[in-house]
């Protein structure tokens, strides 16, 4: 994938340079590429007269965000307490099999990124899984096939 330092110029304009508002700015940017390439970091550096370091340690920090290329569709299965004891493991084996990736990986054709959470705050509901957005409540194993047909 091109990056093209020009957006990325844009966003930081766009907040006018303000180092009170990089994680703002990298949001931005990872909604640009889907994650946040190590050129884009560089930038945001340069730009705003900060250390790299101090870039790389809040992209790093935060898990929203990602240093990784990520899949055109996310994948989050949640292992809190009630999801797990109603088979959310069961539900993340799966989907690593039929995908053929490990948790914080991405499909060899980008397709998915799967990713655990500790809790969606639907537990009445578990075990969740949520792609793109999307929540899909009362998962079972079998019925994963039918929820990711429209992602395919």
Request: charged share 30%; proline share 4%; with cysteine.
């Amino acid at each position: 994938m091109e990056i093209d330092l020009g957006k990325v110029e844009f966003i930081i304009d766009r907040y006018e340079a303000d180092r009170g508002l990089l994680i703002s700015m990298l949001q931005d940017i990872q909604s640009e590429y889907s994650y946040l390439p190590p050129e884009t970091l560089i930038r945001v550096s340069q730009r705003l007269e900060i250390p790299l370091s101090q870039v790389f340690s809040v992209a790093s920090f935060y898990r929203a965000f990602s240093l990784k290329p990520r899949g055109r569709h996310l994948i989050h299965v949640c292992l809190g307490t009630a999801c797990h004891v109603r088979g959310g493991k069961r539900i993340l084996d799966r989907l690593e099999r039929d995908l053929k990736v490990k948790s914080g990986d991405t499909t060899e054709d980008m397709s998915f990124t799967l990713e655990t959470v500790n809790c969606l705050g639907a537990c009445a509901l578990g075990p969740m899984v949520v792609v793109d957005g999307k929540y899909f409540g009362k998962i079972r194993p079998d019925g994963l096939e039918k929820v990711l047909k429209d992602y395919k």
